[in-house]
């Protein structure tokens, strides 16, 4: 039976089987099921197009395929839209609308959506993704588009049974058909390359098969129902999946089953033989009673020893195994897999064939469907170990990786159902486990620390796992998952999860250890350092930000206690394994401390959102001290890096100590490790810190009182450095809030500030260097409202500004005045900036603005800013400030630094001064005036009795002892008797951090920092915490330290110091201010004492300013201290106050006086040394340029003998330039079409966007042109059409000069050298590319100068009297002259080679317009249109009319006059015949040869037909000899009567029939006096000489008779023969003014052109020259009674057209106005572009091209490097810029939004004329940002483009290779 439906049609047998399986019998299954088992039998290939096609017709059941489509969506009842795309689809993510931070939308969605106004932005994707529009859970309603937003439910009926009957039936064998295919095709081992070619067949062999569940999937919610049905079915996969349904064919189905089973046993997560013992490790090497997995049961046990040492292979460190026992819940993560489903084979085959693209796109298209969202996340679960170990395996793990992440995007980010699959599925268990596992395969033995005795483990950051980023998919996962709230709950509150994660941190914790090179360069430079970060970024603190989110309130206090209780055990474990007491191995850092960071991260949030006490959550002293130590160690190291200690390390080290402190990782590196510290000092004993510090940063020995030491850690080099990182790093902890008290507002503005102060930044740059929350729910998204609020409030935005020849600005923000003045703090500078140059940049700008607004005008120091007041549980940080050792530290940096010892600097002093403000500033509350009074009364010979910084500052130290070399001067000298100034010969040298202690009336004893710590040290460990407040006032009584293995003998010598800080401090300024008694407390001369001054007004200024505002404040915080202060002063200085004027401020008068006199004699220098420079330039630049060499007024007598002197910019000389040694301007020829472009309309035409725009270029200037040329050659004789028009519309050579001459035998010199230069330029030479050697201008020739011969010019008389007839004849003979053949010389020889530069510059389909190719009158024709070219295009720079006359810039630099000579040099080798001379026709009856006579040669061109300008040119240029002004007169003069007959004659054809037969009455003519200059008569005449040949018949029926809409008034006929005169007007004045070097005259009002050029030129008699109507008929003169000629000229029009009726029309009208050149007209906003052409194809390949590119200049849509459009090597780009613009062509790159230039072989990225809000660019559309046409931008384009000035305007220019 099955058979006989096999052959019937497919529709019909379908039908038939509907109707079987609808009765009752079964007969119709059984049917069904043997059709089937034909149909999808495993000997035919899976997706053979019979097999579809049968799918198909049975699913439709005897419709057809695509009707029963249409009915299926009838049923969609899905409200989501889910579209699925994979990687590079564009897409949308609206911010606004966005629950989820994942959240996307497809571009329909999008643009059908409400969000304007939203923060969006348009992505390409990198892994797929889906659209998420109608998904609430997401995204908010609001965002949802039109279609998703009304759909609901409830309003579609359901679907009737028989209509999926058959699908329900057919679907579970075609599925079970894929799944056999699936397990037949796979083999292991995948690495092997045959068998990943066999599985790649596989997977096309079923695309088909796919595709068609795709399609269904398409239908709608309906068919995905059944699907769901299909795929989650239990029973059915039972029966189906091992064979045992079938009958026939049972052997393949068992087989086929049996590979599935042999596949499904790597499944497990470890292998089977593996299965009783798991390695995961044990942290802890000693510890025995944790398991680690085993944990979450609390069933695990320890395995007996034995199985230890079967691990000893392993070596890594002592592994610890821990047994799963199988009775553990989370066992099934280890297991083999048991499927019970389709769906979850089918994932199960996805994996093991690496997530095929078709297969992951199908199982997405199904997420609509609800019921199978939820099977499929639970499915993926089960599989997610499974999955992950095959990434481990997978070569390809970066795409992997990518659909993983495309799956588990869609599943996790549900609230919902991540909260089910983590209660359900244990999903937190199973990723912990499966992360855990995966490190666990790249561990090695930490060498931190103590080498032999380390037992901790860590990651090897070289495995290719951490390298490549292969655990990014499930830390992502990891990340996402955590977000949720209830997710994060249940992670905090399942202790062994914590626990297991805490060991997961520790494998992290140290990894990547760099230890410090003594001796040579390391050889190879490891990069490791890249992986590391990442990893504690992305597998550390990410997940740690995730948590910290969900710890914002109180109610979740007992969170944060028990992952702070993990943390320390965890740290705890780690100081044990590592072997860690007290001192760090020296020579090493890592910067990887992910438990601490924990840590402070946990106790930070526990403070400031929890209220949480401090102490209750701190260890002991002890573990505080251990924890101090890494951190430190960091800090300091960053300072040895910075100090070029690590050089030998190579590059890397320094990259590491950037990436810690770059703004995407500071906040979960740098700043939680200051925060832990600053934790560490508020608690630690203060003297214990200090001392800490300064010997981690290896400086101990340096803070000597002694001038010389010796430093056992440090070179000297490196000691300056060192001590200024100590200082700094302690001002940093000092000041720094950001955890101590700071809001969100705060810190951000802080944050914003800070950067942009070192510069001004973009909008994206900020964005991007605001350190932000790395986990994107914290609420504070950049780009949100927030961020735009406070960057407003902070910075002023500078908008783009655009010169032409200016580099493309951006916009920029700049911080406001206010901000400088009073929130820019240098140390929040120096914490953030990546590259130490940062820091002095911000200085720069910060003395910038001091010197602008006049508030200070010296060199400033760092601004001391006032701190935020601390949160309480902080206070003890300020104990730092008044504890003894910092106070003698500070107390010996002031006498070294007043003693001129070495290696101190202005940086040390500044830090200095700034940690003593600090604590001026910080006093504690008990200090009590009484006790300091007590104090003074004792002996002050010793160290300081209190720790209070405003007692200690007046405490004189009389004495010191000091240990020193012997060879030290202190020595030898006799003890001074009393401190005198000639301390000051010390020799420089610096300090051991000495703390002397009264012993006995006269002497001080050495104190030693190291011993001090070590002491403190054991007392802490030691010590009860009850006494702990006693002991620490104890001190020893000696404790002596000698530096081991040290040369020269150490020595004990008494020091004399009788000063305190005060003293030294007022000394400072002495020394500062550079006089004596330069301080004098104002309070002595003012009453009004204190109250006078404000210190914060002194925050501006220099160390003078900081010592004066620290003695203020000293003065003002205690009485004793403002004694003291009168004191010194008084013994420095004379006791009688001094008057007013000689206070301090006047001091400061003088020496500030004394630097504005230095300044301004530096200015004065440097203005003489401009304007010398500037002078050498304008003489450079401006070089008689070579027109104006020929504007020389005949009445001065003494320019007549001298000859025009040119400078070679090369060998320096001046001279003329000679026929034997020529000078020559430096020139750029270059092909242009830019003419070509032009079009009659003003308005510039519009790019398309949408299918029915069009660009015709019927309506350009080079179209017209040419189709006039080809009417001409049809009908006229060749060489005389090639005489009749100019060519070079397109592809002309337009000739422009820098002005700069060399004498061309110098330049070919210069080539040779650069040909022989090996540099790489970005020019040519072979092809005879060069740079101006002066002004560096780009340039491919030498233009040669014409030598100028003077005499001749003084023959004739500017006006001349001769009649017009006699200077015909003049015309006439001249022409019969023989062209004196020019004679070979140097000059003739380079006319020639230019000649062949202009001629090879285009290209040979330009040049060639005659029939035959070659021939002279191609030549000629070349030639004259070049001069031309350049008069019109001088015309268009200077705005398309001449009325601004000379006040053009163009004209500077203009080298036409040289260029004519050039081109009259060659066209005078060329004689026209007399009898084809067009001056004989122009100016004499001829009698016309009767046409008809010779048929085999074509007529002339008639005259009316001919191009006047053309004409002009060519009479002028064939010459024989110079021309003079009244022979050029001449000619114009015959040659305007000619035009102004054209426009006539094109008049007459644009009236209606009536308006002729009108003016075609003769009466009129009789009453006219003086016809021949009335237009009346003319236009009368014409129009009867023209009727003869039924010329007008034509016209009437014709369209050039729509043009005229109104009827014509003698204004509008004046007013169009004006217009139709003008540009040849135009281009003969410039001729004119380039020939003779007449000044061009200018008018104010465009309608005085006419005139004005008329009365330039002389057409205009004198006597009409004043008035102000000036009529055109009036410029008429002719040499002969006008209607005759006019008839001739009409009769040769009429004669000849007969020959060519249909042209006689379009021949007749000329019309020569056209507007300016101009780009297309862009729409306003660039998404309208994108939108339609970046999917559009390619109209040559019919593809979409990867790089769509548009042409600016045409609209043309075309491929760059595009390998489909090649054409002979050339990509469509660079054959586009040839046929387009002659070589030049401008792209708009539509994925990239930039433009591309290109310009002959080279081309360069130019910019892009569309901007952001920001005014930014937005390259390749990273940002996705809206971006906004920017007419300025478009304009500066637009302007180069016609000027010309690509080249010298744009630097950065690379060969193209023809690859565009």
Known sequence: MAASLLRRDKRSAAASLKAECCGQDGRGAQLLGELLDSVLSPERAVAEAEVIEWCKCLMAGGESFDDFCKMVRGYDNATLCGLVWTANFVAYRCRTCGISPCMSLCAECFNAGEHT????????????????????????????????????????????????????????????????????????????????????????????????????????????????????????????????????????????????????????????????????????????????????????????????????????????????????????????????????????????????????????????????????????????????????????????????????????????????????????????????????SCLIKSELQDEENNFHVVVNCGEPLLKNNTYWPLVSDFINILSHQSVAKRFLEDQGLLQMWMNFVSFFQGMNLNKRELNEHVEFESQTYYAAFAAELEACAQPMWGLLTHCKIKETQEYTRTVVRYCLDALQDWFDAINFVDEPAPNQVTFHLPLHRYYAMFLSKAIRCQQLDLDS?????????????????????????????????????????????????????????????????????????????????????????????????????????????ALTFLVILLSLRIHLGMTDDEILRAEMVAQLCMSDRTHSTLLDLIPENPNPKSGIIPGSYYFETMLSAVADFKAPVFEPGGSMQQGMYTPKADIWNQEFDPIMVILRTVYRRDVQSAMDRYMGFLKQTGKFCGNPWPPYRERAPLNPSYKGLMRILHCKTLHIVLFTLLYKISMDHQNMSEHILCMALYLIELGLDNLPEDTVEEEEMLGEERCSDSWFHGTNIATNLHHIINYVRVRLPETAPEVTRELPASTSSDASSFVQGSRRATTLNRESSNTAQVFSLVAERRRKFQEIINRNSGNAIQTAAVRPKTSKWTAPNTTPQLTTTILEVRESMLSLLIKLHH????????????????????SRLDPMQQIHGDGITAVERILIKTAARSRQNKCSIEEICRKVAPPVPPKKSSSADKKALDKEERRQKARERQQKLLAEFASRQKSFMETAMDLESPDSDVAMDIGSSEQQDTETVYDCVICGQSGPSTEERPTGLVVLLQASSVLGH????????????????????????????????????????????????????????????????????????????????????????????????????????????????????????????????????????QQEQLGMFPSITNLSKEMESVMKDIRSTTQKKYIDYGKTPGSPDNDFLFMYSVARLNLELELVHRGGNLCL????????????????????????????????????????????????????????????????????????????????????????????????????????????????????????????????????????????????????????????????????????????????????????????????????????????????????????????????????????????????????????????????????????????????????????????????????????????????????????????????????????????????????????????????????????????????????????????????????????????????????????????????
């Open 117 to 440: 106004g939203h923060d969006f932005n348009m992505f390409r994707s990198q892994a797929g993704g889906a659209c998420d529009c109608g998904d609430s859970s997401v995204m908010r309603d609001s965002g949802f588009c039109k279609r998703h937003r009304s759909a609901t439910s409830s309003n579609i009926p359901s679907v009737p049974n028989e209509l999926m009957m058959m699908s329900e039936r057919i679907l579970p064998r075609v599925i079970l058909r894929l799944i056999q295919h699936l397990r037949d095709g796979y083999s292991e081992p995948v690495s092997d390359p045959a068998t990943e070619r066999d599985l790649q067949k596989t997977l096309q062999q079923m695309e088909p098969l796919i595709s068609l569940l795709e399609d269904l999937t398409k239908m709608g919610g309906a068919m995905r129902s059944i699907l769901t049905r299909v795929l989650t079915n239990h029973q059915i996969y039972k029966d189906l999946s091992s064979g045992d349904h079938c009958t026939g064919e049972k052997t393949y189905a068992k087989k086929n089953y049996e590979k599935y089973l042999a596949a499904l046993k790597g499944s497990g997560l470890v292998s089977s033989e593996e299965r009783s013992v798991t390695s995961v490790l044990d942290q802890m090497a000693g510890a025995s009673n944790v398991t680690i997995l085993g944990a979450t049961a609390g069933t695990g046990q320890m395995d007996s020893s034995d199985e230890e040492e079967q691990d000893g292979s392993q070596g890594i460190g002592k592994r610890k195994r821990v047994k799963l026992s199988n009775s553990t819940k989370d066992s099934s993560i280890m297991d083999i897999l048991k499927h019970k489903c389709f769906l979850e084979e089918i994932l199960f085959w996805t994996v093991k064939y690496e997530f095929p693209q078709k297969m992951v796109t199908f199982l997405l298209n199904m997420l609509p469907d609800q019921n199978y969202k939820i099977a499929f996340t639970k499915t993926f679960v089960q599989h997610y170990a499974f999955i992950m170990k095959t990434l481990i395996k997978s070569h390809e793990s970066d795409t992997m990786s990518n659909r993983i992440v495309h799956i588990s995007v869609q599943l996790f980010s549900n609230e919902e159902l991540a909260r089910q699959v983590t209660e359900e599925c244990q999903l937190l268990e199973i990723m912990v486990t499966v992360l855990l596992y995966m490190m666990e």
């Open 1445 to 1860: 006359g000379g006040a053009s810039a163009t004209t500077k630099r203009s080298c036409l006059n040289q260029l004519l000579h050039v081109l009259a040099m060659h066209m005078r080798l060329f004689r026209i015949d007399s009898a084809y001379n067009p001056w004989t026709r122009l100016t004499r009856l001829t009698q016309v040869i009767d046409l008809g006579i010779c048929d085999d040669e074509k007529p002339e061109v008639p005259l009316l037909y001919r191009d006047v300008s053309s004409l002009l040119l060519i009479l002028v240029l064939t010459m024989p000899q110079e021309l003079h002004k009244e022979h050029f007169t001449c000619i114009v003069k015959v040659l305007y009567n000619l035009l102004y007959t054209q426009a006539i004659a094109t008049l007459s054809v644009r009236f209606s029939k009536e308006e002729r037969t009108a003016w075609k009455n003769p009466r009129k003519l009789k009453t006219m006096c003086n016809s021949d200059k009335s237009w009346e008569v003319l236009l009368s005449h014409i129009i009867c000489e023209l009727s003869k040949g039924n010329l007008y018949r034509a016209s009437d029926t014709d369209q050039v008779s729509m043009l005229s809409t109104s009827a014509w008034s003698p204004q509008s006929i004046e007013y169009s023969i004006q217009q139709f005169c003008l540009p040849f007007l135009r281009t003969t004045s410039l001729l004119q003014h380039h020939l003779f070097g007449d000044d061009l005259p200018s008018c104010q009002r465009t309608e005085e052109e006419f005139g004005m050029l008329a009365s330039y030129l002389g057409l205009l008699p004198p006597s009409l020259q004043s008035s102000d109507e000036v009529n055109s008929s009036s410029c008429l003169e002719w040499p002969i009674a006008a209607l005759d000629i006019i008839s001739q000229w009409c009769l040769e029009v009429t004669t000849s057209a007969e020959s060519h009726s249909e042209q006689v029309m379009s021949l007749l009208v000329q019309d020569p106005q056209w507007s300016l050149p101009c780009l297309l007209q862009l729409p306003e906003n660039y998404n309208t572009i994108f939108q339609y052409y970046h999917r559009k194809a390619c109209v040559h390949c019919s593809k979409v091209p990867k790089d769509p590119a548009l042409c600016l200049v045409c609209g043309t849509f075309v491929c760059l490097k595009g390998q489909c459009c090649k054409q002979q090597s050339y990509c469509e780009c660079v054959l586009h810029s040839q046929n387009c613009g002659a070589g030049t062509g401008i792209f708009l790159l539509i994925n990239a939004s930039v433009i591309i230039v290109i310009r002959g072989h080279r081309f360069c990225l130019w910019g892009s004329v569309y901007l952001d809000t920001h005014g930014e660019e937005d390259k390749d559309l990273r940002r996705g940002k809206p971006l906004y046409l920017c007419n300025e931008r478009y304009k500066v384009l637009e302007h180069q483009w016609v000027t010309h000035t690509f080249d010298h305007i744009n630097k950065r220019w690379g060969p193209h290779y023809n690859g565009l």
């Open 1238 to 1373: 032009r079009r009659r309309s003003t308005e510039p035409k519009k790019l398309p966007t949408s299918d029915e725009e069009q660009i015709y270029p019927e309506d350009t200037c080079g179209t017209v042109h040419d189709v006039r040329i080809t009417d001409l050659q049809q009908n006229f004789k060749d060489s005389s059409c090639l005489q009749s028009v100019s060519i070079g519309w397109e592809g002309g050579v337009y000739v422009q000069t820098c002005g700069h001459t060399l004498h061309i035998d110098c330049h070919k010199s210069y080539m040779e050298s650069l040909r022989k230069d090996q540099v790489l330029q970005s020019f040519s030479v072979d092809k005879g590319e060069f740079t101006c050697p002066l002004c560096r201008q780009f340039a491919n020739s030498v233009l040669p100068c014409y030598p100028e011969k003077n005499e001749e010019k003084s023959i004739w008389s500017p006006y001349s009297n001769k009649n017009l007839m006699t200077l015909i004849k003049e015309v006439e003979e």
């Open 1071 to 1090: 020394k500062l201010s550079g006089k004596q008694n330069s301080y004098y407390p104002f309070w002595l001369e003012d009453s009004e004492s204190t």
């Open 617 to 725: 959550l701190l260890p002991d002293q002890e573990m505080l001290m251990k924890m101090m130590v890494h951190p430190l160690q960091i800090q300091a190291s960053l300072s040895e890096i910075h100090s070029n200690m690590w050089v030998r390390n190579g590059l890397q080290i320094k990259g590491q100590a950037m990436t810690y402190v770059q703004s995407h990782f500071c906040n979960s590196m740098i700043d939680p490790d200051i925060f832990l510290l600053q934790i560490c000092a508020s608690r630690l004993d203060p003297d214990y810190f200090v001392s800490s510090v300064f010997e981690r940063f290896k400086v101990v020995d340096l803070l000597t009182m002694a001038s010389q030491h010796q430093n056992a850690a440090l070179d000297t080099e490196h000691e300056r450095s060192m001590l200024e990182g």
